[in-house]
């Protein structure tokens, strides 16, 4: 797919397809990338995302399409797609699925799984109804923001996540008019802004800079690296 005149980018291009084709295994006809062979037995819902549509980009469109099948597959039943990470890998999944489409222009594809997208979008709504309503934290979801944080949390990552997500599958969903793409599109904006405002409001000095705590309410991970982090 590429041809560069350095060498070692060739080969590390190379040598990026091999192991990561290498760290995947197909489990009960479902394609399964793991971040390592070995060690990490489980799927990574962020660390997937991210390959489908580094797959995508390379034009390995099928792949990145059987890897979408899986997450799919591995929905819970009330709509939410999570692989071992947390809120990050609901706003991910959207936004592979929205790439895919982007880069593909498959049309029928999309329509397709229109019902896992809609139950990811719905899941998020629900989740935002009982969010704060003013506010710092208004409207940002509290939950699980990554794999080795179990606790729910106020955390930018996921709910940056999240509503950008929203916005790229809505855009995907007007291309093939989709009754629930305007309602999904209004959602994320708002969602969006939500998530903008508290920024603002998080922001603080510290020795003349402007520092945005991950966790704006707590500033968890600020605190564990003293303010180094």
């Not at 397809?17 to 489990?27: D, R």
């Not at 947390?86 to 982007?102: N, P, W």
């Not at 309503?133 to 729910?152: A, C, S, V, W």
């Not at 629930?180 to 903008?196: G, I, P, T, W």
């Amino acid at each position: 797919h590429f041809d560069v005149p350095d060498q070692r980018v060739m080969e590390a291009y190379r040598a990026w397809l091999a192991y990561s084709m290498l760290n995947t295994k197909t489990v009960n006809g479902y394609v399964e990338p793991h971040d390592g062979s070995g060690f990490y037995t489980d799927m990574f819902g962020c660390s997937v995302s991210a390959r489908t549509r580094a797959l995508d980009s390379y034009g390995f469109h099928k792949d990145a399409a059987e890897v979408l099948a899986t997450q799919m597959h591995v929905q819970q039943p009330d709509g939410i797609y999570l692989d071992n990470c947390g809120l990050i890998d609901a706003g991910s999944f959207l936004v592979a699925i929205a790439r895919h489409y982007r880069m593909t222009a498959d049309r029928d594809w999309l329509w397709k799984i229109r019902s896992h997208i809609d139950s990811q979008c719905e899941w998020l709504i629900k989740q935002r109804q009982s969010t704060p309503r003013e506010g710092m934290l208004r409207g940002m979801i509290k939950f699980r923001p990554y794999n080795d944080y179990p606790t729910p949390a106020y955390s930018y990552l996921g709910n940056t996540w999240a509503a950008e997500g929203m916005k790229e599958v809505a855009e995907a969903l007007k291309e093939i008019n989709a009754p629930e793409a305007a309602r999904y599109a209004a959602e994320a904006k708002n969602y969006s802004d939500d998530v903008l405002n508290s920024m603002a409001t998080a922001a603080f000095k510290d020795e003349g800079q402007t520092v945005l705590p991950l966790e704006p309410d707590t500033r968890r991970l600020l605190k564990l690296t003293r303010y180094q982090g």
